[in-house]
């Protein structure tokens, strides 16, 4: 009952301040905007949670005024292009949801291009080739994959037998004579043995496997992890262990081997640079609709404390957590606190729209 009254309240003030702007000709770019995490937010594995479609057709102009809030989903997950991504998501919602509003964790790789564009790259994570395909939808034209190595010399890992598919989709090359440049950790490695395993070679021995150990102290390959997340939400009733899990695994060997970890970068949420990003893609999205003008005040909605609430709260941002996904309410307060706390990703919603709308209601 409290949440159809909240629902209410924000949608008649909403109505009489858009009524009040369309008669004086002043309506200008939405005073709000969302960021959305999607795991344990939105969806629940593959199935959406349940009032996932009703917040996002919320914001999407499902109301008497036909007016749409700006939003984004800025999600740790990845493995498939920003476009491959939004049609599920938008099948599976039941809303139009654009490429362009979609940031997963290894969309800042875009930012690499200029660097890395023509130098071969070693993509980890995901299924098969599919890391090699979002690189290349980037403008690497250098990358490869677990597969391509275990394809060009399987004894690298002797413990793993590539299929006849998997070796379908390898590309041949020579990584004895192709000096790798740069690692991006791009999404969750599905084997997690022959992925440190090759990190380890590649890193050790200056880009070139099969070549000499190098100075551990002279590291000239670069590093990226794109996915800080120790536990995510899945469609298991426990979370699972993540790429930060992984990239533990991997720094605790190589110290082991080297004495010392490997330098590295580290994008996600609750990153500064991935909110940096956010922040741009936000912009473009709104200039595009309104002109050049301000961010409005935004807000993150996320299930999880360490990566959403604490982004959101750095990047000086509202933030609500919410109870659907990796934070549990009775295992105690969350580790970093948020502006709010909600049921759902509807409620959120719609305490946030209150919550900006509440000031203006003075002067309707």
Known sequence: ????????????VFIQLYRRNIQTKTVKRPPLGFAFDIDGVLMGGHKPLPKARNALKILNGDNQLNAKIPYILLTNGGGQTEYERAQILSSRLDTRISPSQIIQAHTVLKDYVDQ??????????????????VAESYGFRKAYTTTDVLAWNSSIWPFIH??????????????????ISAVFVCHDPRNWGVDVQIMCDVLRS???????????????????????DLLWKSDFSRPRLGQGAFKASFQAVYKMLTGSEYPYTQFGKPTKPTYDYARRVLHNL????????????????GDNPESDIAGANAAEWSSVLVHT????????????SPTHQAQDVEEAVLWAIERELAPLKEGL
């Open 116 to 133: 890395y564009a023509d130098k071969a790259v070693l993509c980890l994570g995901g299924v098969g080739d599919t890391m090699r395909k």
């Open 325 to 336: 996904g990796v934070y549990d309410p009775t295992a105690g307060p969350p580790a970093h």
């Open 206 to 228: 200056g880009g070139l496997l099969e070549g000499p150990c190098v100075d551990a102290t002279k590291q000239t390959i670069q590093v990226v992890f794109c996915n800080p």
């Open 286 to 301: 709104l200039d595009e609709s309104y002109g050049p003008g301000k961010l409005p005040h935004m807000y993150m909605i």
């Open 162 to 179: 590539v299929t006849e598919s998997e070796l379908a989709s390898a590309k041949p090359v020579d990584f004895s004579r192709t000096p």
């Open 1 to 12: 009952m409290l949440l159809n009254r909240n629902a209410l309240k924000a949608n008649n």
